[in-house]
């Protein structure tokens, strides 16, 4: 009896910083159990060789910023029975997403000395803008035991548990003093997605929103609690406007402050 065919895996990078594959080279030992159920076909981060043809799974790490990849992601879509987008910039846009809030055109001339050799869209959009997306694993960068727990379930056969509540249960579970009450330091845990294991916070410091937004999140009501810890209107629309600047939530919360 002929041996079961395994499922081969794809790693593309669009517009990011690498983080999110660096991420999945760093649970090379965590991987090892599964490594051996799956062929890692096409992952330049880590090696040159490369298996063509169709994917089982695509890991997509990175935001659509230029002409070329709005139209490569689709080449990608279709070469993969399923999608999953990784990080921040993949799921949101990325921290380069602040450019959607500005003109670029003004920006190229002052950054870059041939400006006529740049070619980039006005904007910065998360890959589901332009293809359908089967599941998305956010952070910047993704956390290491999602990730673990993602290929697992997918070796398995099964959905990817990814607990949805806000990084104020992550600081629940690990025993810290809530840093807005006890401090008065700006934190956006309250709305922020789980998955850091409430790091920031654990050294006193608030949280950057590095996952986005969790499910329903109430950003309205943070914003006046961070109002009456003294912050104005700018310093709010600058804390929403970070890594997932160009999540609905936050984004619509940063422009109300605008």
């Keep these: 009896m002929a041996d079961k065919k395994k ?6 990078k669009f517009a990011s910083c690498d983080g999110c594959q660096l991420s999945l080279l760093d649970c090379e030992d965590e991987l090892l159990a599964v490594a051996g159920a799956i062929d890692i076909a096409y992952f330049p981060e880590a090696t040159r060789g490369e298996i063509s043809g169709r994917y089982d799974v695509s890991l997509v790490e990175g935001s659509v ?4 990849d709005a139209e490569r992601i689709k080449e990608v879509r279709k070469r993969s029975n399923v999608l999953i987008t990784i990080g921040a910039c993949a799921t949101a846009g990325g921290i380069q997403a602040l450019k959607n809030f500005a003109d670029v055109k003004e920006y190229i001339p002052v950054v870059y000395a041939h400006p006529e050799y740049i070619h980039t869209l006005a904007t910065s959009t998360p890959i589901s803008d332009h293809v359908k997306v089967d599941f ?4 910047c960068p993704i956390s290491k035991k999602q990730l673990v727990e993602l290929v697992s379930a997918f070796v398995a056969g099964r959905k990817p548990v990814t607990p949805p509540h806000s990084v ?3 600081c629940k579970l690990r025993g810290n003093v809530c840093v807005m009450v006890a401090h008065g330091a700006p934190c956006i845990g309250p709305v922020t997605h789980t ?8 050294f006193n410091r608030g949280c950057f929103g590095c996952f986005g937004p969790k499910e329903t999140p ?15 209107s700018k310093a709010i629309k600058r804390i929403y406007s970070t890594f997932n600047v160009n999540a609905e ?3 619509e919360e940063s422009k109300r402050h605008g």
């Design 7 to 12: 499922p081969r895996l794809a790693v593309w």
């Design 65 to 68: 910023t230029n002409a070329h």
């Design 136 to 139: 998305e694993l956010r952070g």
């Design 168 to 170: 104020c249960i992550d």
């Design 195 to 202: 998955g850091c294991d409430a790091l920031c916070p654990s």
């Design 218 to 232: 109430n950003t309205k009501a943070l914003s006046g609690q961070l109002a009456e810890l003294g912050m104005d």
């Design 249 to 251: 939530a936050f984004r």
